[in-house]
């Protein structure tokens, strides 16, 4: 089976301009294509992830991906799939957080000898001149054309500001740019950017009068058509500090038992007939099915080792059983313990297992804390100074567990 079959097989296209252009050069290993990441945060993602995985098949097969980092349509903010505007980020945390993408995507995409291009839109958005830029590319935008884009509908509901307009004009621009000084002809990314996509092709047949391509592929939903990648801790991230590799495990460990045979075949490796294989799995098998999902990405994110540790840890735990060696580690500030002293409620928050004070006062009334394996009922308990010395065991409901320790 070929590449773009293999793709289909796994449920993983969704859109394509000319499916059998895009079939032929992706089959053949002859594409440069790119995918673009706006740098929102300091860490990856589990949103960024189907497209990390796309990019990493595709150049096991030949094709040259081109990583392009939004250094520039940072600035901006793409209003795709949103209902408020995004936070407007300093150039200082911006390229900030374009380092640090560029660090984690090292793990997944071959940069050698040319293989693939990491790029920084900042190069050529932040120097163009705005009266050259209408000039160039204005003519060739409808605006009607852009506001039925699928992009801006749910921003228009509660007012889509100009800076937010700008933004299909400036990702169209990028692959004009990308496809005349780099050979890349083909654009991929996430159903939500399928409208900024075909901009860049329509711009690209407008103004050079050649054909460039666009493919999308399929949000990460579960069963109900919710976005995965959020925990009531907040997004499921692909940085160690802010996900362990323990934490990231159990996230997919515990998927529902309607979705993890379907994000088997969308995030693994495992060949689809051995995936054929488990889709009569119920019951006890069912579960070995989850640890495979779960151990299998974590592997790809943390490495052998930790996916090790992380699969060890959960059996462990589950069977009743101490695996404190493999616990995730909270580093807190020694600063926050007032006169040797911490409420169990601020050290909970502050620790990210609960999203507020709020949340830490219900699990505690309601039983759902342990501190070094005696469960804690009393809203007013305080944590001293002596007992992070060995590190502070930290149990919530059943399944998450940290040792906090002082730095």
Same mark, same amino acid.
């Given at each position: 089976m070929q590449i773009y079959d293999e793709l289909v097989a796994r449920g993983l296209i969704a859109q394509v301009t000319d499916e059998d252009?895009?079939?032929?050069?992706?089959?053949?290993?002859?594409?440069?294509?790119?995918?673009?990441?706006?740098?929102?945060?300091?860490?990856?993602?589990?949103?960024?992830?189907?497209?990390?995985?796309?990019?990493?098949?595709?150049?096991?097969?030949g094709n040259k991906p081109i990583i392009l980092l939004g250094g520039g349509t940072g600035y901006v903010g793409d209003p795709s799939g949103r209902t408020d505007m995004r936070s407007m980020l300093t150039p200082e945390k911006i390229n900030y957080n374009c380092e640090c993408f560029k660090k984690q995507m090292e793990s997944f995409i071959d940069f050698s000898n040319n293989?693939?291009?990491?790029?920084?839109?900042?190069?050529?958005?932040?120097?163009?001149?705005?009266?050259? @830029?209408? !000039? +160039?590319?204005?003519?060739? $935008?409808?605006?009607?054309?852009?506001? %039925?884009?699928?992009?801006? =509908?749910?921003?228009?509901?509660?007012?889509?500001?100009?800076?937010?307009?700008?933004?299909?004009?400036?990702?169209?621009?990028?692959?004009?740019?990308?496809?005349?000084?780099?050979?890349?002809?083909?654009?991929?990314?996430?159903?939500?950017?399928?409208?900024?996509?075909?901009?860049?092709?329509?711009?690209?047949?407008?103004?050079?009068?050649?054909?460039?391509?666009?493919?999308?592929?399929?949000?990460?939903?579960?069963?109900?058509?919710?976005?995965?990648?959020?925990?009531?801790?907040?997004?499921?991230? @692909?940085? !160690? +500090?802010?996900?362990?590799? $323990?934490?990231?495990?159990?996230?997919? %460990?515990?998927?529902?038992? =309607?979705?993890?045979?379907?994000?088997?075949?969308?995030?693994?490796?495992?060949p689809l007939d051995e995936i054929s294989k488990m889709e009569s799995f119920k019951g006890e098998e069912l579960n070995k099915a989850k640890d495979i999902l779960a151990y299998e990405l974590t592997k790809l994110v943390h490495g052998e080792e930790d996916a090790g540790n992380a699969m060890k840890m959960s059996k462990s735990l589950f069977s009743g059983q101490s695996c404190e060696e493999l616990m995730p580690i909270y580093k807190l500030n020694k600063n926050l313990i007032v006169d040797n002293v911490i409420s169990l409620i601020d050290l909970l928050v502050e620790t990210k297992l609960c999203s507020s004070k709020s949340e830490a006062r219900r699990l505690i009334l309601q039983n759902g804390i342990s501190v070094q394996d005696r469960v804690v009922s009393d809203v007013y308990h305080k944590v001293c100074l002596a007992e992070f010395e060995n590190g502070l065991n930290i149990k919530k409901g059943k399944k998450t567990f940290l040792k906090v320790v002082l730095k």
């Open positions: 252009k895009v079939k032929e050069l992706i089959n053949q290993g002859k594409a440069t294509f790119y995918i673009g990441f706006d740098p929102t945060a300091d860490s990856l993602h589990v949103g960024h992830f189907m497209a990390l995985l796309l990019a990493k098949r595709l150049q096991m097969v293989k693939a291009l990491v790029l920084n839109n900042a190069k050529w958005l932040l120097d163009l001149n705005y009266i050259q @830029l209408l !000039r +160039e590319v204005g003519p060739h $935008f409808s605006v009607n054309n852009m506001l %039925r884009a699928e992009c801006y =509908k749910q921003r228009m509901e509660k007012g889509l500001s100009f800076l937010e307009f700008n933004y299909m004009i400036m990702q169209s621009y990028d692959f004009y740019y990308l496809f005349k000084n780099y050979g890349c002809s083909l654009q991929f990314g996430g159903d939500d950017q399928w409208s900024n996509m075909l901009g860049g092709t329509e711009l690209i047949r407008r103004k050079l009068g050649k054909d460039a391509y666009a493919m999308t592929i399929n949000l990460l939903l579960n069963s109900e058509g919710k976005k995965m990648g959020k925990t009531a801790k907040g997004a499921v991230w @692909l940085d !160690r +500090e802010k996900t362990s590799p $323990f934490e990231f495990y159990q996230y997919w %460990r515990n998927v529902d038992d =309607k979705d993890v045979i379907r994000f088997i075949k969308m995030l693994t490796f495992i």
